[in-house]
């Protein structure tokens, strides 16, 4: 009978082993969306199709859940500050904390919520059903015709809704800062431009990059470590999804841990 520290030192080989897995993968698809020979004519209708599901069906339900947690939001962060006589920092707040931190956390949440488990359940399926060895058979290079466009659709659907949902908070912002400050519209846009540095936008762009690229990249690829029994259907969904969220708090930790040092 195994003790419990060789358990524990199984399980950390076996962590880091998958972690060294999923680097090397990361790093085939990462260096295959720069290929021009990438974008066939089929890849670019797959891309185009992902981007429909993921970011158009959803806009209106988007912008409904967008209007109403980023209302919520702003009303009671505007009541601390109002408690707290902080009025002064309301533009610093808006823009360092939740255009750049919480907008694209909410964001990655809900898509991963939506498209990373139907994305890890679609290639768990394909595993199952032997379709990877058809399009293999048909020599149909499987990065290029189902990997590459579904990354590259998390990268561009989290950077656009992330921005709606920031542009939906910073309108809410215009409303609450009525009824809570009294201010007018000109003093609250004044506030937010003096508060917005390009430095933030760009990080929150880049944040949102990195968000998309591994809610994709992580459930394809334990999607793709199915075996073709149907029962290990769920068993990759499960874990795909585990090792999303923990990427998911990973980056943002690491973000944070920028804007420190």
Known sequence: MKTFWERLGHAAIRMLEDSADTIVFAGRVFVRIFQRKTYSSAMREVLVNQIYFTSVQILPVFIIVSVFFGSLLIGIVFTILKDLGLTEFIGHVLMGLIVTELSPFLTVL????????????????????????????????IIDYLLAPRVLNGIISIVLLSSLFSIVLLISG???????????????????????????????????????????????????????????????????????????????????LTKLY
């Not at 990877?132 to 020599?139: A, Q």
């Not at 540095?197 to 990059?209: G, L, Q, V």
């Not at 690829?221 to 149907?230: D, K, M, N, P, T």
């Not at 259907?233 to 585990?242: D, K, N, Y």
């Open 110 to 141: 809900l898509i991963t919520l939506r498209s990373a488990s139907a994305i890890n359940t679609e290639m768990a399926v394909m595993k199952v059903n032997r379709e990877m060895k058809t399009l293999e058979t048909f020599r149909i290079d």
């Open 174 to 256: 215009i409303l609450f800062a009525k009824l809570i400050f009294g201010m007018n519209q000109d003093v609250y846009m004044n506030m937010l431009l003096d508060s917005t540095r390009f430095s933030d936008i760009i990080i929150m762009f880049f944040k949102c990059a990195i968000y998309g690229f591994f809610i994709t990249l992580i459930p394809i690829r334990f999607g793709l470590r199915a075996s073709h029994e149907l029962t290990s259907i769920p068993v990759a969904v499960s874990r795909g999804m585990v090792n999303v969220f923990a990427a998911i708090l990973i980056i943002e930790v690491l973000s944070l």
